[in-house]
């Protein structure tokens, strides 16, 4: 089977889950740039309920079709194109265009600087948009540069105006490629996108005759997904409709369930303080779904609640913090429901001050988290290798990231150098991403470059993981830096 055919199969096939979790498995990856090595991914597996958007997002087709950022000099591009050899001139001209401070970079439309300094934490995957344009090769392969084109439009992020700008680009590149049917055939799924594009574009007269050859194309190659997707784009295009629709099924079920829990809180917030058991405080669910999970379904949705700023959600994980004993809460409860209680501090102040915990720890992470003040000594002293890790020290430093509570940043870097790193290594990544300065990569790099990927062990290498949870925070700490330039921008 042709690759391209099983990609079509993989993306249209309706409401099939083709594996039970995405994964993915980590390679060594070398900058063409720097030389340097890194840890890059690759997709072993990919987890889909339902169709993907018309536009191919939420799936694993927009996933393989970003720009990816080396580590240790910033250099993006494709995925794939990690492989490719730059000549030795071009090699220094993008060496010396990553090491200006700052990086001259094309300006974001006006409307997506406001999001940025609105929002910084946006901005990443746009901003490695920015930096592909930077490091592009040389104008070669047609497809190689509608590939890119498409990644700029997958790159946007919630910034706006970068959804036109990719679009455009797509445009504009894929029209001429595609031309001749015969080029056409062989890419068809980036060629129904043209179509797609062109609509959104409100370029509907040109769309519908991209469709009918689209159409025609999967009749010929009795691709039944491509024909019946040309079609019913069409018919959109035909009638002058020109949004991008969302066909994900399960995009709502997120907002559909924190709905009912808002109108359910009362009632659940009156059953937790007479100390009634779970059910009567956790949202409905089918008659053979375990207590177990009906209770972390309805806890997740509180937290989702409790970070947009909703009072009552920020009350509930408080009284269900309190109340449970440690065989009840489940470990990533603890540490989620405390950082989400750290967003908004002041909603969940009056709540934790009357509270009675149960487990006396997580009493002091959350009061940490929504006062602030010291750090509880159960995380001190974990990071002075005098404690054991539990989730209340992963609470902490969740809501350490959240404050912006740099004060245990020193320790954070020599707990790391210690033994058993890898107890907290997720939590002190993104506490590092966020609090991190230009001026920890060193720290950063010696304790990424502990582990070589030259070796070529059987098995998996835990060292591998470790030191690509160490090059992402180097990777967000550089791209922070050069929003922040960008931010400054006009």
């Given at each position: ?45 990919w987890f889909q309920r339902g169709d993907p958007n018309p536009d191919l997002t ?31 001139n071009r090699r220094g001209e993008i060496r010396a265009a990553l090491a200006r ?390």
């Amino acid at each position: 089977m042709r690759l391209w055919r099983l990609l079509l199969v993989l993306l249209f096939a309706s409401g099939a889950e083709f594996a039970r979790a995405t994964t993915v498995v980590l390679e060594r990856v070398v900058c063409p740039a720097c030389e340097h090595d890194f840890v890059g991914s690759a997709f072993g597996s990919w987890f889909q309920r339902g169709d993907p958007n018309p536009d191919l997002t939420n799936s694993l087709f927009s996933a393989s079709h970003r720009f990816e950022s080396c580590p240790y000099c910033l250099y993006s591009t494709l995925r794939d194109d990690f492989d490719t050899k730059l000549a030795k001139n071009r090699r220094g001209e993008i060496r010396a265009a990553l090491a200006r401070e700052p990086i001259d970079l094309k300006p974001l439309p006006e409307a997506a600087l406001k999001a940025v300094r609105a929002k910084p934490d946006v901005a990443a995957s746009a901003v490695e948009f920015r930096l592909a344009q930077l490091c592009a090769p040389e104008p070669g392969d047609a497809i190689k540069q509608i590939e890119r084109a498409l990644a700029a439009y997958y790159s946007r992020g919630d910034l706006p105006g970068l959804s036109e700008e990719g679009r455009t680009l797509y445009v504009e590149t894929a029209s001429r490629a595609f031309a001749e049917d015969s080029v056409a055939a062989k890419h068809p799924v980036l060629f129904y996108l043209l179509g797609e594009f062109q609509r959104q574009a409100g370029q509907t007269e040109q769309a519908v005759v991209t469709f009918s050859r689209v159409l025609k194309l999967g009749l010929e190659l009795r691709d039944e997904y491509l024909a019946t997707w040309a079609k019913a784009q069409s018919k959109l295009a035909q009638a002058g409709n020109t949004k991008i629709v969302s066909r994900e099924k399960g995009e709502n079920a997120e907002d559909t369930r924190n709905g009912v829990l808002k109108k359910k809180l009362p009632e659940f917030l009156a059953a937790l303080k007479r100390g009634r058991p779970s059910r009567e405080w956790s949202l409905p669910a089918g008659k053979d779904v375990p207590a177990k999970f009906r209770l972390s379904t309805t806890l997740g949705a509180a937290c989702s609640l409790a970070k947009e700023g909703h009072s009552p959600a920020c009350e509930y994980i408080v009284g269900v913090l309190a109340q449970g004993d440690a065989s009840e809460l489940e470990e990533w409860f603890i540490s989620q429901g405390i950082e989400a209680l750290a967003h908004h501090p002041e909603l969940a102040a009056e709540a934790v001050k009357n509270a009675k915990f149960r487990v006396a720890v997580v009493g002091e992470a959350a009061r940490y988290a929504v006062q602030g003040g010291a750090v509880p000594a159960l995380t001190t002293g974990f990071l002075a290798e005098k404690q054991k890790w539990s989730p209340a020290v992963s609470a902490v430093l969740r809501a350490a990231r959240v404050r912006g509570d740099v004060s245990i940043k020193p320790a954070i870097f020599a707990r790391l150098g210690g033994k058993r790193a890898y107890e907290f290594l997720s939590d002190s990544r993104w506490y590092l991403s966020e609090l991190g300065a230009p001026e920890d990569l060193p720290q950063l790099v010696k304790l990424a470059e502990r582990t070589s990927l030259r070796r070529q062990e059987e098995g998996w290498d835990p060292g591998w993981s470790e030191r690509g949870e160490f090059e992402d925070a180097m990777r967000s700490i550089r791209l922070r830096a050069v929003i922040r330039d960008l931010a400054r921008a006009r």
